[in-house]
């Protein structure tokens, strides 16, 4: 069964910078495209940021590119979104997403507020 679990998510001034983790089991992120979304209140689920399986192959949003970083450790099957100059308009859930066999998988979402 696979299973995303988002954290670190939280409070923070504009300009902050937080680390977002994606702990995954049931799949293997080395050998899995793995992305991250944000929902915004009020607004859809948009699309962030995205690492192949090969991890040679990395794309970001518009809104975020040069700020935010996907990043994956192997070794923890974990997934990570650092994001840097936050302003208030990143403020969303982020959450973690990856298919398998055609079935998209998500986590539960963490929060992110970015308010001073």
């Known amino acids: 069964q696979v299973q995303l679990v988002e954290s670190g998510g939280g409070l923070v001034q504009p300009g902050g910078s937080l680390r977002l983790s994606c702990a995954v089991s049931?799949?293997?992120?080395?050998?899995?495209?793995m992305k991250w979304y944000r929902q915004a209140p009020g607004k859809e689920r948009e699309f962030v940021a995205v690492?192949?399986?090969?991890?040679?192959?990395?794309n970001y949003a518009d809104s975020v590119k040069g700020r935010f970083t996907i990043s994956r450790d192997n070794a923890k099957n974990t997934v990570y979104l650092r994001m840097n100059s936050l302003n208030p308009e990143d403020t969303a859930v982020y959450y973690c997403?990856?298919?398998?066999?055609?079935?998209?998988?998500w986590g539960q979402g963490t929060q992110v507020t970015v308010s001073s």
């Open positions: 690492i192949s399986s090969s991890g040679s192959s990395i």
């Open positions: 997403n990856t298919m398998k066999f055609s079935t998209n998988y």
């Open positions: 049931g799949i293997t992120v080395s050998t899995n495209t």
